[in-house]
C-alpha cells in the first residue's frame, strides 16, 4: 500500500531511532510497570496497595523525572507498561487495568498515563541519554467482562475479527493459539490473527506507533497464543527488536523454536529463570544439574544466546525474595544473569528486594522504597558497570563469545564468557567452614584478577585453578584480569570501587552500609595467593 504524501512528509521530521536487534545486544534492560514506579510530584506516597488492584498514579512523565535512579544504576534502557487505552468500565473482578494489558482501543494512547506529548518527551529524554525505549505490546487479545462483549469500543470493531469464544484446552496449540486467555470473569477475547484484514491492520497500527514515540523495541506480551508466522510480518512493519513473551519452564525446546526468522528476534528467557530458581532458590531442590543443562541445550536449540531476555522477576512471577529469603541467592543468580549469555533484564524493585508473591502483589509500588541505593542497587550498578565496559571496549566481541562452563558442584557454579570468570552459589548467607568450589581456568599460573565485586587482586595457581572457599557466606566472585579493568573505573589502583559500590574488607570505610557483601567474603585461598 502507498503510503499517503502527508505521512511521508511527517515521517521524514520525526526522529527515528528505531533499534535492531544488533544494537540491543549489548543493552540492560529496567522493566517498570508505570503506574507503580513513579508519582508526580505532590501526590500522596502512602495510597497504594497492590491489593487493590487499581490504579496508583504513575505516569510517563513521572518516569522521565526519575530516569537518574534508572541511568545511575547503568541502565541503557527501560522496558514500559503497554501505552494504549485500555478497558475503563466499572471495576471488573480483577479490578482496574492499571498494569496496561487490558487492551481495547489501541489507536488511542492511555491517558492514566499522560498525554501522547508526555511519552514523546520520555522517548526523546531516555533518547537524550543514549538510552533505548522498549515497549510491552498486547496484540493477542483484547479485554472484556463478559465473553459476548460489544466490540464496538475495541480498535477492531467487528466481531468476526476475533475467534470466538472457547476456554483453552492447555497443551492443545490450536486451542492456546484460539480460544480466549482470562477466564469467565474477565475473559480476553481473541483476535483472528489469521485474518489478513487483521494482520493488515495490526501492520500499520505497530509501524505508526512506533514511528510516532520513536520506540526502539517491542516486548510481545503472549506471543506463543498467536501463531508463529504472524511475527515476522509484525516486527518487519515495526522496523525495530522483537522480543517475545513464550511462557515456559526447563524445556529449551519448547520456548527455542519462536527464536529465529519463522518468529521473534529474541524471547524471554523462562529456561533460564526456571533453572536458577531450582540452583539458587533456599529453601529449595537447588539442583544445578538442571541449571548446566539449561547453558547446554540454549546453546544447542537457541538460534542466538545473546538476544534472550535474562530476568529473575517480573509482574507475572512471585518476586525473588518471596521464593528465598536469602540475599545472597538473588545477587548470585543476578551475577549469571548479567554476565553469562543474554540480555539481562531487572524488574523494578528487585533493586529494593521486594519479595511481593504472584500477581497483584508483585507489583508493589517503588517509592515505598524512597529510592534507596541498597546493597542490591549496588551490586547491579557493578554489574552493568562491567557489562557495558565491556561492550563498549570490544563492541560484540565480548557479547558474542559463548558462556562457557568451567565447573559444576553440588554448592554452585562456576562460567567464563571471554574473560570473566563468575563463581556462583548457592549456599546462602551463613559462613560454611570447608565448603570450597575449585574452578579449572585456562589462565596461566599466576595470573593476577581482580575480583570486581571486593576490588582484590589474586593470582591463579598452580595449573590455572582457582578455589573459592566460603568460611564466610556464600558471596558470588567475578574475577577478571587486573590488567583487563584498565580504563574501567572499577577498582582502580588504590584498591577502592569508583562510586563505592561494594568495598572490600580492607576498606570498611567505605562498606558502612553494606554490611551483607563486605562481611560475607568469599576468601579464595587454597591454590591462590593473595598478591595485594
Ligand atoms: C484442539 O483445539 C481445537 C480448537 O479448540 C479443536 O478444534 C481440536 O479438536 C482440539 N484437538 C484435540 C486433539 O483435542
Ligand atoms: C535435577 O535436574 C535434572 C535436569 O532437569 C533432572 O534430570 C534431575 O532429576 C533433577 N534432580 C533432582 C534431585 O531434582
Ligand atoms: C510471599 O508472599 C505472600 C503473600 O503476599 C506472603 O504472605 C509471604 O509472607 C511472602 N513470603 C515471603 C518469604 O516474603
Ligand atoms: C557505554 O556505553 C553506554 C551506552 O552508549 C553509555 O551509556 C555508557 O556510559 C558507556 N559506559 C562506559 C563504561 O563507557
Ligand atoms: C575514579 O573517579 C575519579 C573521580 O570521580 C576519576 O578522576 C578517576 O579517573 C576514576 N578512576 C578510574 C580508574 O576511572
New binding site residues.
Partial sequence: MLLPVYLLILTSLQPISAATAEQWRGRSIYQLITDRFALPSGADLNACDPGKQTWCGGTWNSILENLDYIQNAGFTAIWISPVNQNYEGPRSAYGDAYHGYWSADISKSNDRFGTPKDLKALSAELHRRDMYLMVDVVVNNVMATSTAPDFSKYFFMDKSLYHPY?RI?WG?E??EQ??WMGDEKVPLPDLDTRNPTVIEQYGEWIQNLVKEYSIDGLRIDAAKHVQMDFWPKFCAKAGVFCMGEVFGGLDVEAVAQYQGPQALDSVLNFPLYSALVEAFAIPGPQNVTALAQVFDESKKKFTDTGLLGNFLENQDLPRWHNQSVDPQSLYNAMVLNFLTDGIPIVYYGQEQSFSGSNDPYNREALWTSNYEKTTAYELISTLNQLRNFMVNSTGTGWLKQATAILTTSPYGIAVMKGEIISVVTNIGSPPQNGIHIAVPTPYASSTATTNILTCKQWAVGAGGMVDVEYTKGGVPVILVPTTRLKGSGICDASGTKNGSAVASSDSPRVSINLPLISFMLAFLTFDMRAIL
Avoid: F, G, M
Wanted: contains cysteine.
Fill in positions: 472457547c484446552v492443545n490450536t486451542s484460539e480460544c
